[in-house]
C-alpha cells in the first residue's frame, strides 16, 4: 500500500459558511419560538445539528505533518498541505509526524567477525517518507524502527572484526565512515516496507566486554610496541647503511669487514636501544 495525497478544501470559507449557518438556524429557532410553529422549530434544530456534524470535518494540518484519512478503514489519501481544511466530516483523522527524529540504541553485548564479545551502540536519524505504509504495513513504526535498527546493529557487528592487524582492512573501530554506510545500508533494507527512510546510522559506542577488556588493552599495547620497534629497526638499518656508504665514498676511514660488523653491531645498539648509551674513551697504551 504506498501513500495517496488528498486535495483537501480550505477550512477557512467552510469555517465561514458553517457560522453564517449556525447564525440563521438561532434566528430559525427564535423566530419558531415565537410565532410557536413547530415547522420552523424542528428545521432549526435539525440545520444546527447538521452545523454540528459538519463542523467534525475541520481539522488542521501543522508543518512537517500529515493527516491520514479513513472512511470507515478504507483508506482515503493522505493530506500534506499545513493549515485549517476541510473533508467529508465522516472521514477518521489520524495525524503522522514527518519531522526527523532519531534515537540512540541500547548498548548491545555482540560477538564481532573473530568471535571477541564486544559492546556497541549506535544512534539511527530517521524520517516518515509514505504514511500509508508506516500506518498500515506495520502494527506500531516508531517500535518497528527500534527493534530493526537494533537487530542491524547486531547484524553489522558480526561481520567485521573489532580491530584489523592487516593494513586496509575494514574494522569496527578504524574505519567509521564503511561501518557507517553499511549500518545505514542494513537499517534501510529491513525498514523499507515501513515508509521510513533512515538518514543517517552512526556508532556512538565501541568497546570490548569487560570480561575481555584488559587482555585486549594488553594486546594492543603489544601490538603498538612491535609496530614501533618495527619502525626504530627499519630507520636504524637506513641510518647504519647511509653511515656506512658516507665512510665509503669520502674515505674517511678504511675498514674491513670485522671493524665494519662491529661499527654496525655498535650503531644498532645505540640507535634502537631504549636508553641513552655511555661512550668509552678508548685512549690507548703509551709506552715510554
Not at 212 to 225: E, F, K, S, T, Y
Request: some cysteine.
Amino acid at each position: 500500500m504506498n501513500e495517496r495525497p488528498y486535495a483537501a478544501a480550505s477550512g477557512i470559507p467552510a469555517l465561514v459558511a458553517l457560522i453564517v449557518l449556525l447564525l440563521a438556524a438561532a434566528a430559525w429557532l427564535v423566530f419558531g419560538i415565537k410565532m410557536k410553529s413547530p415547522i420552523h422549530i424542528v428545521g432549526a434544530v435539525l440545520t444546527v445539528i447538521a452545523v454540528v456534524l459538519a463542523c467534525s470535518g475541520l481539522f488542521t494540518v501543522a508543518p512537517n505533518e500529515a493527516k491520514v484519512l479513513q472512511l470507515f478503514g478504507k483508506y482515503v489519501g493522505t493530506v500534506h498541505e499545513p493549515g485549517l481544511r476541510f473533508a467529508n466530516p465522516f472521514f477518521m483523522k489520524k495525524a503522522v509526524s514527518l519531522r526527523v527524529r532519531n534515537f540512540e540504541s541500547s548498548k548491545l553485548k555482540v560477538n564481532d567477525l573473530d568471535g571477541n564479545p564486544i559492546e556497541i551502540a549506535a544512534v539511527v536519524v530517521w524520517q516518515v517518507v509514505d504514511t500509508a505504509e508506516a500506518l498500515f504495513q506495520v502494527n506500531d513504526y516508531v517500535d518497528f524502527v527500534h527493534i530493526q535498527s537494533e537487530s542491524a546493529l547486531r547484524q553489522m557487528a558480526q561481520s567485521y572484526p573489532y580491530d584489523s592487524h592487516d593494513t586496509g582492512a575494514v574494522s569496527l573501530r578504524s574505519h567509521n565512515t564503511e561501518i557507517a554506510d553499511h549500518l545505514q545500508r542494513e537499517i534501510q533494507e529491513r525498514l523499507s516496507q515501513a515508509g521510513v527512510k533512515v538518514i543517517e546510522a552512526r556508532i556512538t559506542h565501541l568497546a570490548f566486554a569487560p570480561e575481555i577488556a584488559q587482555a585486549m588493552l594488553q594486546r594492543q599495547q603489544a601490538g603498538a610496541i612491535i609496530a614501533a620497534r618495527t619502525r626504530i629497526v627499519e630507520g636504524a638499518v637506513s641510518m647504519v647503511e647511509m653511515a656506512l656508504e658516507q665512510l665509503a665514498r669520502r674515505e674517511v676511514v678504511h675498514l674491513d669487514e670485522e671493524r665494519k660488523a662491529a661499527m654496525v653491531s655498535n650503531l644498532l645498539v645505540v640507535l634502537c636501544g631504549e636508553r641513552g648509551t655511555q661512550p668509552i674513551v678508548n685512549t690507548g697504551t703509551i709506552y715510554s
